[in-house]
């Protein structure tokens, strides 16, 4: 269809009507081509009407000549549950110069979800009226997706915001920069943020967003604060939300978990830059054995282009804390590894930690380093163990952190991630004997557990991390002993990994096929200090290959200690006053720590 020009009247409109659609599913989205060429072309707009609402809503728009091309728009449209139509109007003001013209109309993803005869499994609802099956991760979330609201339903109030009548039990910080607005329609900046909010797909609909124009500064933060929640546990608290990232200059959005008020707490997610004019869903696995609190952080980028939308906030599987409004304010040593509010007295700085017993002051390097300084052992508690094995299902310490932190125990809602898993002879499957281990390798029987990571799930390339807490010092000796299997006909990679600060470094690594049995491997480490062990497994071409490890153990790994006693003669004092075995002299290790055992001058 294109624009033939009939008049010169002063102000001139083209309008094509689409004929009227009932409703749209959740996914569905409107794309066409069109050609807007000349010297005085003009603006078109796309706009949605809607039955029963006066103001139509502006879903897109073109303002002036975008050369002689064809050019694709894409226009999100939502779950639109009342009758509607679109208007496509040009509109000229007095000279029209040009050429205007679309085609290639398309809906994609529009249709409800269709009926099933059965809805069976734990992460499954079927809808009341309109029988479809859907994923349960869509219950609860503000949006329809079911078509008859089954899924939205006897949901809890205080565990959902679409901020149509103001924040709910959400706060905006006080020691932020400025504040997330509530608004309706398209944002004051054209170019950058949402035409609509993601409720009701209308300019009727409210949502928060970040104005980024002046007198906004670069990098300036505003922050939205959850109501608290009690730990989950063992079952699942999972957090979704909508984002609108549109605009040259959109800078970032990220979501923060914390369990202490006085702190900013450790990322859980975040995304950079341009993300297209669209809301985007995200969902994020919660775990934490305390109670804590959800942050939602913008950040404004280097110019007014970077305004950030937010809308459809929901929790799923979380109860809210006894009505409480705070959490513990306790000086912390380091975000995310907070202290329990309940600790003895005691007058530790915050560069020290304290002994949960007795409340003596050790220095934080005393924390995690193989060597309980504690009476209690409080020191070693929350770190990586020596020696695992992994019976009993006890993951040692070890931890995933691209599954936003999330443990073994809900890997069955991120069923296709390729991720580390628990697993035994016993619970395999016929097809996975063949090159998953049938015997385990601390009790060599079908019973015994190992870790490893499923290569049926992923894709070729795909990576999964299991990683230490942070280890705060080790000794000169300390090395990494453990058992890989690797047998199958595509089997990846794996790595160990050494991480300190931002840098990750590769300490050893072994791909291919070595064999239908388990083999050892040791990596040297020797002193270091503030950093992390990660094993990486990388899958291979298909699912014919699982990489497991089992038996991880840090060996000789706690620092040298300055002992009161003078050196036996069996021992050479050090530079530093440590004691070594005479027998580590000059053999090229620095048993010290200072060089002083392989002086040229011994």
Known sequence: MFILKSSNSISQIARLQSPKFRQTGSNCTLSFWYYNYGQSVGAGELKLLVDGLKQPTVLWRTYYSEGNQWLKAVVQLGRLPHPFQFSLDKISLGVYEGVS??????????ALP???????GPNRFWCRATKACIDRLLVCDLVDD??????????????????????????????DDFDWVRIRGPTPTVNTGPLKDHTTGTARGHYLYLESSEPRQFRDKAVLLSPLFNPPGYGTCVFRFHYHMFGKEVYKLSVFQRTVSNTKGWPLWYKFGNQENRWVRQTLFISSSKPFQILVKGTVGDGFTGDIGLDDVSFLGCTLYNGKRNLPTVSTPTS??????????????????????????????QKCDFRPDCSDKSDESACVMEVCDFEDKDLCGWHQPALEQMSGNYSMLITKTFKWQLGRGANLYPEQEQYCPLTDH???????????????????????????????????????????????????????LYKSSNKTSKLWAQSGSQGPQWN???????????????????RGISYMGDVAVDDITFEDC????????????????????????????????????????ESPGI
């Not at 269709?114 to 069976?120: Q, R, S, V």
């Not at 939205?152 to 103001?166: I, K, R, T, V, Y």
Request: hydrophobic residues 30%.
């Open 146 to 175: 079911c078509g008859d609201g089954s899924d939205e339903d006897s949901c809890d109030p205080d565990l959902q915001c679409n901020f149509e009548n103001g924040l709910c039990n959400w706060e905006q910080e006080v020691q």
């Open 101 to 110: 013209a679309i085609d290639d109309i398309r809906f994609e993803n529009c």
């Open 520 to 538: 050892r491997a040791e990596v040297f480490l020797g002193i270091r200090s503030n950093f992390q062990i990660i094993f990486r497994a990388k």
């Open 336 to 365: 995310g590894t907070s202290v329990p509010a309940t600790l003895p007295m005691n007058s530790c700085t915050e560069e020290e930690f304290v002994c949960r017993a007795s409340g003596h002051c050790i220095q934080m390097i």
């Open 442 to 496: 601390t009790t060599y029987t079908e019973e015994g557990w190992y870790l490893f990571a499923d290569s049926s799930n992923g894709e070729f390339g795909h990576t999964a991390d299991i990683a230490t807490p942070v280890i705060s010092l080790t000794g000169p000796r300390c090395k990494i002993i453990f058992w890989n299997h690797m047998n199958g006909s595509t089997i990846g990679s794996l790595e160990v």
């Open 558 to 597: 706690s620092p040298l200690l300055i002992s009161d006693k003078p050196c036996t003669s069996e021992e050479f004092m050090c530079a530093n006053k440590y004691c070594i075995p005479k027998n580590n002299l000059c053999d090229f290790v620095n048993d010290c720590e200072d060089n002083s055992d």
């Open 114 to 120: 269709p009926p099933a005869l059965t809805c069976e």
